[in-house]
């Protein structure tokens, strides 16, 4: 792969994808890393001497990480040039290496560049958000017993009313469609009125992007032998849209996983249970029965609200990791933003990316390496060794810098 300004790693090697889709994982893996903006830089620091004590001490050097950065947001407009925030490079080395992770990264403000991330999914097509909520113990929450949630949830990330097709109201576009929608489509009773002041927008939802994200989800729940995947929608309302996800859920569990699955209320004693719940209703939920949900499938708008609402309840907003998942290609990264009235201030909480580190460590197939990461950040947590966010609410807590959190990790490995 010819690179305009990139060098990778002289040692390592590539990830494969075998015909199947599963990973092919060297001992020595190149896995190209984006620092971030602003907080970007102190969180990867520390993140990275997790991910490489924890690979250390789970397999005594016989495998190893070989990092490669490659460059986005800020860092890519001072090595590319101005107005350069995702370098054809940087898209190029994800697609070679096939597994990246990310820090988190400035959304430059008009321009008409719409989002690095959202840009990174599209290309890449990345389709398949997957955000795991669970809680760890001490972690200051507004709930009681926040360890009663435990959920994946994967967000379908291509289309739905993100697909970004949408005009602002009084411009041509919109009036064109507008009338459009009027003069050949819409019954009298539904015609649409004040349309010069209307903006527009579609939401695009197709049985291929549906059930690729539903298979996520059951694959993954059958692997981790959980008991349900629910397919949250807004059926009731959106019936083209939101309830054609359900029903292609339902068909597509009935066609390739009839054997392993079953729809809530049918008898099928250890299958996987599959059922659905509509969007306002899984909001209750989450609060008041989270103990019944472990895995979650959902259109995009609602994984976007839902998987902020389940973090927050396990008072995880802070540390909640996240990944972007395609057939050809992963990127895991932090979910919250660049902080940047912290940067360098080695002072803001590192453990979204190290956790987010942990799902692409399981990702590769190396489960030890990120069960130790786990076990370090649940250990450090509990003897409140903290970052700033954490300790001020957290009685009787010791603030440490971002830095300290990752050694406090590695040392309870
Ligand atoms: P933000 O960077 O997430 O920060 C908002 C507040 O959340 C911070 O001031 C801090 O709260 C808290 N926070 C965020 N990360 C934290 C961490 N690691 N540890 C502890 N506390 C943390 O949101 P923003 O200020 O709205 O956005 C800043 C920039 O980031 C924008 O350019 C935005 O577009 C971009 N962004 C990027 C991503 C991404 O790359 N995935 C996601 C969201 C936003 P306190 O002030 O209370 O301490």
């Keep these: 792969m010819a690179y305009e300004k990139l060098t990778p790693p002289k040692t390592g090697n590539t990830i494969g994808v075998r015909s199947d889709g599963k990973l092919e994982v060297p001992s020595d893996p190149v896995i190209p890393f984006i620092e971030g903006d602003g907080t970007g830089p102190d969180i990867w620091k520390a993140s990275q001497r997790v991910f490489d004590a924890a690979v250390k001490k789970a397999y005594g050097g016989t495998k190893k990480i070989v990092w490669f950065e490659v460059f986005a947001g800020d860092k890519a407009n001072a090595v590319y040039g101005a107005n350069t925030w995702l370098p054809d490079d940087t898209l190029a080395a994800v697609q070679e290496f096939k597994v990246a992770i990310k820090g988190p990264l400035t959304t430059p403000v008009g321009g008409g560049f719409r989002s690095v991330n959202v840009t990174l999914r599209q290309v890449l097509d990345l389709y398949a958000c997957v955000r795991p909520v669970r809680y760890f113990n001490g972690v200051p929450s507004p709930m009681k017993e ?150 979650i499938a959902t259109p995009n708008l609602n994984g976007d609200y839902l998987s902020d609402a389940c973090a927050a309840q396990v008072g995880g907003l802070g540390i909640a990791p996240g990944a972007n998942i395609g057939d050809r290609a992963a990127v895991f990264e932090a979910t919250h933003g660049t902080a940047p009235k912290y940067a360098n201030l080695d002072k803001i909480n590192p453990g979204s990316v190290i956790l987010s580190g942990v799902m692409m460590l399981e990702h590769l197939g190396w489960d030890d390496a990120a069960k130790l990461i786990i076990d370090g950040m649940t250990k450090a947590i509990a003897q409140k060794t903290v970052t700033y966010d954490f300790a001020r609410q957290m009685p009787g807590a010791t603030e440490i810098k971002t830095s300290e959190f990752g050694t406090a990790i590695i040392e309870n490995m």
């Design 146 to 295: 926040p360890g009663r949630l435990d959920v994946v949830i994967f967000r379908e990330n291509t289309e739905d009313v993100y697909a970004g097709i949408e005009w602002k109201a009084g411009s041509a576009e919109a009036q064109k469609l507008l009338d459009y929608l009027n003069r050949e489509m819409l019954p009298e009773k539904k015609r649409l009125k004040h349309t010069e002041e209307m903006g527009v927008g579609v939401k695009p939802m197709s049985a291929f992007g549906s059930k690729r994200l539903i298979k996520r989800a059951i694959d993954h729940a059958l692997a981790k032998g959980k008991k349900s995947v629910t397919l949250v929608h807004k059926g009731n309302i959106m019936k083209f849209t939101e309830g054609a996800f359900r029903d292609w859920g339902y068909d597509l569990a009935k066609a390739e996983y009839g054997d392993k699955t079953v729809p809530e209320g049918e008898a099928g004693a250890g299958k996987l249970v599959i059922k659905d719940r509509i969007a306002d209703s899984m909001f209750q939920q989450v609060l008041l029965r989270p103990d019944e949900y472990d895995v």
